[in-house]
Structure formats: C-alpha cells, structure tokens
C-alpha cells in the first residue's frame, strides 16, 4: 500500500504557473504508474495526466495537453505537475494516484489516491 499527500495548491490568476507535488510513503514509489487527476464542483472526476513507473512514457487529456507537464523523482519519492497558461476552467480539486498498470486514462486503474489540493483559477 502507498500513501500520497498532495500539495501545492493555491489561489492564481489565469495565465499564471503553478506546481503541484504529491509526496509518497509506504511501498516503493518506484513500483507504481501514478496520474493526476482532478474534480471541479458539480462535475465528475476527469483524468489530467499519468506517467509511467520509469517515466518513460507519459499521458495527457487534450485540455492539458501543451500547458501542463507530469513528472517524477523516484528517489525523492515524489510525483508533480507542473502548470501552466492556466485557466478559470482548470480550477478543481486535484488528486494523484497511484496504480500498477500504465500510464492510462481511466481511474479504475488506480487503486490508492491522496486527499487532493485546491486549485483555484481567477479570470
């Protein structure tokens, strides 16, 4: 089992960076595909990006994709994402997870997932 804290998060205008980290604990970091994903009021949970153990490969939703960039420290134990030209529309509650096959879309292949962090985008 892993454990994941996410952190990060903030109050940015549009346009602006931010980084999210997400600190692991318990089995080795190394073993597991981790993905971010994130939920914005009223709306389902929609997968952001994923990387593979090794990060060698990497998966992007398209709204993302060209502004946000995952990432990951295996012997620092710590996945990120890095953020930005954000928008109002990417405010939402942002999760990692961790998984053992990958690095895919669908959340069903995570089985361990932080808190998350809020990210909030001001037009």
């Known amino acids: 089992q892993v454990q994941m804290v996410e952190s990060g998060g903030g109050l940015v205008q549009a346009g602006d960076s931010l980084s999210l980290s997400c600190a692991a604990s318990?089995?080795?970091?190394?073993?597991?595909?981790m993905g971010w994903f994130r939920q914005a009021p009223g709306k389902n949970r929609e997968f952001v990006a994923a990387?593979?153990?090794?990060?060698?490969?990497?998966n992007y939703a398209d709204v993302v994709k060209g502004r946000f960039t995952i990432s990951r420290d295996n012997a620092k134990n710590t996945l990120y994402l890095q953020m930005s030209s954000l928008k109002p529309e990417d405010t939402a509650i942002y999760y990692c997870?961790?998984?053992?096959?990958?690095?895919?879309?669908?959340?069903?292949?995570?089985?361990?997932w932080g808190q998350g962090t809020q990210v909030t985008v001001s037009s």
């Open positions: 990387i593979s153990s090794d990060s060698s490969d990497t």
């Open positions: 997870a961790a998984g053992v096959t990958g690095p895919f879309s669908y959340e069903g292949y995570y089985q361990y």
């Open positions: 318990g089995r080795p970091f190394r073993a597991y595909v």
